[in-house]
């Protein structure tokens, strides 16, 4: 049997926004019918609770789930049937990042996929340079901070996960934002090479239309983020809903309900109000990457 293609790093038509797309139409369609979750989850030999994930493309789907479905919002015309069904199939092909699943945990498996299909992000970072910013030497650093026993061998494929994911930057649909705290950017990992080199390298990212950065200073003091780091992932079908991701230890947390994401959306908002102008936040990369040659 031959094995199934995998999308292409930073394709954005990778499985996952397929997954979404089909979840978006099953959910108009169980809506239009007036039928609930539970009556949904029950014909699918399922729960309310898998018909949430199926809706919101977090999981993969069976084309037997998806043909009930379709009977049961009375979907029945052989062609219509035929394109959410080919849908279905196209969407459980493996995402680019198949051939690293056994370095990650399932949780940021879903991320993977949500920022393949995202059209911008927006993210705040206290700790680190974001991940699709990082030089190679400077994710090296940060992946060894949180797996100090790994070997090299681990250690090169986690990079080469990582800038994977970088080839988003690429689409030319695909934005993204980022806040970046003072803090983030004084910080030596290993020696002063690999942060100045990551410097020059945020420097020549922000000659990027698709990118902007906006450096959060000490001197904004306290500002609305006071709960640490977080995204916000947008994609392009209006019919999706936006997501804001908090990463955790060993977990995270995905929201997606209006009023969670509505807060999250105002605080985002104030930090680029507060942050130093993007054009103030060069003249700050450039300062700290004159003073470490």
């Known amino acids: 049997m031959e094995a199934p293609a995998m999308a292409a790093p930073g394709d954005p038509g990778g499985p996952t926004v397929l997954r979404m797309m089909l ?4 959910r108009r ?14 014909v699918i030999r399922g729960s309310h609770s898998k018909i949430s994930r199926l809706e919101l493309g977090r999981v993969s789907f069976k084309e037997r789930d998806v043909a009930d479905l379709l009977t049961l919002y009375k979907v029945l015309d052989p062609v219509e049937r035929s394109v959410l069904l080919d849908l279905a199939r196209q969407a459980n092909q493996p995402g680019w990042w198949h051939q690293y699943s ?3 945990p399932a949780w940021f498996e879903v991320y993977m996929g ?25 994710a090296r650093a940060v992946i060894r901070l949180g797996h100090p026993s790994i070997d090299e061998d681990e250690l090169e494929r986690r990079v080469r996960l990582r ?23 004084r910080r030596p990992l290993q020696d002063a090479d690999v942060l100045r080199d990551q410097l020059a390298h945020l420097i020549e990212m922000t000659e990027r239309r698709n990118v902007t950065v906006q450096v959060m200073p000490f001197s904004a003091g306290g500002h609305a983020a006071a709960g640490g780091s977080f995204s916000m ?19 995270a947390l995905y929201l997606n309900k209006p009023g969670d994401t509505d807060n999250y959306l105002r605080v985002m908002n104030q930090l680029c109000v507060e942050a130093s102008l993007p054009e103030t936040s060069l003249k700050l990369l450039i300062d700290l990457h004159t003073a470490l040659c």
């Open 233 to 251: 992932l947008r994609f392009p079908e209006e019919t999706l809903p936006d997501v804001v991701y908090l990463e955790q230890l060993t977990s």
């Open 114 to 138: 949500l920022e393949g299909a995202a059209s911008l992000i927006r993210t705040y970072e206290v700790q680190f340079v974001p991940g699709l910013l990082q030089t190679p030497d400077y």
């Open 29 to 42: 369609l169980r809506e239009d019918r007036g039928i609930s979750a539970e009556e949904a989850g029950y």
């Open 163 to 185: 800038l994977g994911r970088q080839r988003r930057l690429d689409s030319p649909d695909f934005a993204l934002w980022a806040v970046i705290d003072e803090n983030a950017l």
């Open 102 to 104: 056994d370095l990650l």
């Open 23 to 26: 979840g978006s139409q099953l």
